[in-house]
């Protein structure tokens, strides 16, 4: 399945790169909104694109003088830099449908993946799901089922996996959806979502550090950005949402950056249509002062 940038109009409507700008891309994934902002400074200006996932700065072929691909987390943006600061930045939230199918990761609970190792981490330096699950108790195990993926069934799912992993080691993505999904009623959710799909929400969350590397992106922001620098982050869940409004609320409570929207940008129903992923973006957006 072919990538589909999530909101690039309105992403490039707010962010406004100019010719000769400097833009940072947190995010870069299959680059497609690092390449329109390219297109937009052109070669007088420079993107700087920041993967945690290896192979998508190493996979990418494109050859451009003007981008500058770096391997890295983006709480490590400001030693990157070392002291230079960008006309503008963009984060989103979101993985590319190639990362959740075809990552080999355990990320997709898709019977077509179900063979896949449950690892669920983007870098390799990460303690991988299955050696969490092992260690944890069930309490810690239902907590963060129900803290970072909003699931009213965690005890009984944590108690399952538990109970299963004292018999055999868990060691796939499809193992473990079956866990789940065995646990859980059939009616769940009206059928709206795989059973699955919040527990695995919650687990890759919780082994990459999601929600404490957005609270430090958005601490370095003010040190990594130049006065009148644009700011957009998309979001895909509540969670995320909540540190960036209540981050963006802060900032400009200390003065230090205006509101470019204050209720968030979602996608329009066109392009909900046409990429289903996209449904659950929101974009919220300042400027530096």
């Known amino acids: 399945m072919k990538h589909i940038p999530v909101l690039l109009k309105e992403v490039l409507e707010i962010l406004e790169p100019k010719k000769g700008e400097f833009f940072i891309d947190c995010t870069f994934g299959d680059g497609g909104h690092a390449l329109e902002i390219l297109k937009r400074v052109g070669n007088e200006g420079k993107v700087l ?61 898709k019977a077509e993946n179900g063979q896949e190792p449950l690892l669920m981490t983007y870098s390799d330096e990460m303690e991988p799901v299955k050696d969490i699950l092992r260690k944890i108790s069930e309490k810690e195990l239902a907590d963060i089922i129900y803290q970072y993926g909003g699931e009213r069934y965690s005890r009984r799912i944590a108690k399952a996996i538990k109970e299963i992993s004292r018999k055999e080691k868990i060691e796939t993505s499809g193992r473990l959806a079956e866990i789940v999904r065995n646990v859980l009623p059939k009616s769940y959710e009206r059928g709206r979502i795989d059973r699955a799909t919040r527990t695995f929400q919650a ?18 922001l003010p040190e990594i950005t130049k006065s009148g620098a644009r700011i ?29 929207n204050k209720k968030p940008i979602i996608p329009e129903l066109a392009e909900i249509k046409l990429n289903p992923r996209s449904r659950s973006a929101k974009l919220r957006a300042i400027i530096k002062i």
Request: hydrophobic share 40%.
């Open 203 to 220: 687990l890759r969350i919780y082994a990459n550090h999601e929600l404490q590397n957005l609270k430090k992106l958005m601490e370095n």
């Open 232 to 260: 957009a982050i998309i979001t895909f869940h509540s969670l995320e949402d909540k540190i960036v409004k209540t981050e963006f609320k802060k900032l400009k409570d200390d003065g230090i950056v205006e509101l470019l």
């Open 49 to 109: 694109g920041v993967d945690w996932d290896k192979k998508n700065i190493t996979g990418f072929k494109e050859k451009l003088k003007n981008l500058i691909l770096k391997f890295g987390n983006y709480t490590e943006i400001k030693e990157m830099l070392g002291g230079e600061k960008a006309d503008g930045l963009l984060a989103d939230l979101g993985f590319s449908s190639r990362q959740v199918e075809d990552s080999g990761r355990g990320f997709s609970f």
